[in-house]
């Protein structure tokens, strides 16, 4: 299991991007990080392989600090695994309060035929809040089968709820 | 009234055996029927109900004593009722054979598949997860669930390494201790973690060496995990990883023989949707005694 490490650049957009890969665990350390960062911040979290709740606890914590240093700060979470959607669900202070989630993972799973996929949902194209509302479309996914489909693998109504207007 | 009360057609193909006796003397508190009242005492009742939340069992766990809950929904109800009664009347008896007793499902013992490794400090945390992606691998029906199984992996290591180590007065050793600290059991101690699975069930725990776990404690720590939500600032822990195991399973068996040893285990159904995981309303039993 790969450990845990942080890349920090300027992306093409001149914004900070913090690309956290590996286990977000009792190891994860955002002290490697450098404070100076753009206005707004972008953390792709695509290559997170695995997470405890010490890591989950190392997070909030480092997040509340920053927050606290710099509160108008915006974050951007992008390419977020299902694993991280969970904890943005399940606990409070793992979503700042000023930041958007830009994309997260979706897994999909059709029972009869066992098989299963990832669906990446993009804000503006799979959900966007309009007049306050969360408009949400879930696209189809076939299964290879015609007669059936793939669903979201997922309890709708708590794994969205983190999409909800605040 | 009493298990027998409620259930005493299903029971009775087993009116003739020791199991009747059991379970049918057993209490049963039933949450369809209401809330337990404030200051009644449940430590010898089994909680059942249909679909009841796992906040609101976990309140009567805190509130009254309650250390076994069952949901009637369950598809296995009555071996699961079997499971809550040998746990309360007789944990040692569990203690001494959980894998034989939780396989007992529909009278005959399927055949299993058994992957255990031995661990006794920080540095065997890599060889724990590299081993048990291995035993993933090879079993396709698990491939789907690897995620939450590691993830149930790793909280029960990190609970069985820092959480359980007590010295000879009953004080903690390594509890207050930071999670990425190096630790290594006292004396020639041992803690086994195990997956066993036979075609549809799995279940995932520790064993350790210490018999260290507190009822009130445990059952505040989750019940803390599911109303607030927030981790917690008052232990080096984060305070949820209970939860996070019990939100990846049907079921929660936790037992404690007092400075003996501690049996913490998962039951996970196989060959389901992550949805049908995820919605299964919970069950928990709990039984710290000697």
């Known amino acids: 299991m790969a450990g845990f490490k942080v890349t920090q650049k300027i992306d093409d957009n001149m914004k900070t991007r913090l690309q956290i890969e590996g286990a977000m665990d009792e190891h994860s350390d955002y002290g490697s990080i450098e404070a100076e960062f753009t206005d707004e911040v972008v953390f792709d979290f695509g290559d997170v392989s695995h997470i405890n709740s010490t890591g989950i606890k190392h997070w909030v914590q480092w997040v509340e600090k920053i927050t606290a240093d710099r509160p108008h700060l915006r974050f951007v979470f992008i390419n977020c695994p299902k694993a991280i959607v969970d904890q943005m669900n399940m ?74 207007p605040r | 009234m009493t298990l027998l009360d409620y259930y005493a057609d299903s029971f009775k193909p087993i009116q003739n055996s020791p199991l009747y006796t059991l379970i049918g003397g057993i209490k049963a508190f039933n949450f369809d029927k209401g809330l337990p009242e404030e200051g009644a005492d449940l430590s010898d009742h089994v909680g059942i109900g249909d679909h009841v939340g796992t906040q609101t069992f976990l309140e009567a766990f805190v509130n009254n004593g309650l250390s076994n809950f069952v949901q009637t929904s369950n598809d296995d109800l009555m071996y699961e009722l079997f499971i809550a009664a040998v746990i309360l009347k007789k944990p040692l008896l569990f203690l001494n054979n959980p ?44 491939n789907r669930l690897s995620e939450n199984i590691l993830i149930i992996i790793d909280e029960l290591f990190s609970n069985a390494l820092f959480n359980a ?37 799995l279940f995932i725990g520790t064993i350790d060496p210490w018999g260290s776990i507190d009822r009130d404690h445990i059952s505040n720590i989750l019940h803390r995990a599911y109303s607030e939500r927030k981790v917690t600032e008052d232990s080096k822990g984060a305070g949820f990883g209970l939860r996070m195991m019990l939100d990846r399973a049907r079921s929660l068996y936790i037992l404690s023989q007092h400075r003996e040893r501690s049996l913490v285990c998962c039951h ?21 005694f000697g």
């Not at chain 1, 059709?110 to 993009?122: A, G, R, S, Y």
Request: hydrophobic share 30%; aromatic share 10%.
């Open chain 2, 165 to 201: 180590p007590v010295d000879d007065n009953g004080y903690p050793i390594f509890k207050n201790m930071e999670r990425d600290e190096k630790v290594k059991y006292p004396g020639n101690k041992n803690a086994r973690i195990f997956a066993v699975h036979t075609q549809h069930d």
């Open chain 1, 91 to 164: 606990v409070e202070g793992f979503l700042p309060s000023n930041s958007k989630v830009q994309s997260f993972k979706v897994p999909y799973y059709c029972e009869t035929c066992d098989k299963d996929t990832v669906c990446t949902f993009v804000a503006g194209r799979e959900y966007s809040v309009e007049n306050g509302q969360l408009q949400l479309t879930i696209p189809d996914q076939k299964c290879g089968r015609d007669d059936c489909e793939m669903e979201p693998d997922v309890v709708e109504q708590k794994y969205f709820r983190f999409l909800k």
């Open chain 2, 99 to 142: 894998l034989t007793i939780l396989n007992s499902q529909h009278g005959s013992a399927n055949a299993m598949n058994v992957w255990q490794e031995n661990f006794n400090c920080t540095e065997h945390k890599a060889r724990v997860l590299d081993s048990i992606e291995k035993f993933i691998g090879n079993n396709k029906g698990m």
């Open chain 2, 268 to 288: 996970m159904r196989l060959n389901i949707s992550l949805k049908k995981i995820e919605n299964v309303p919970k069950q928990l039993h709990i039984n710290c």
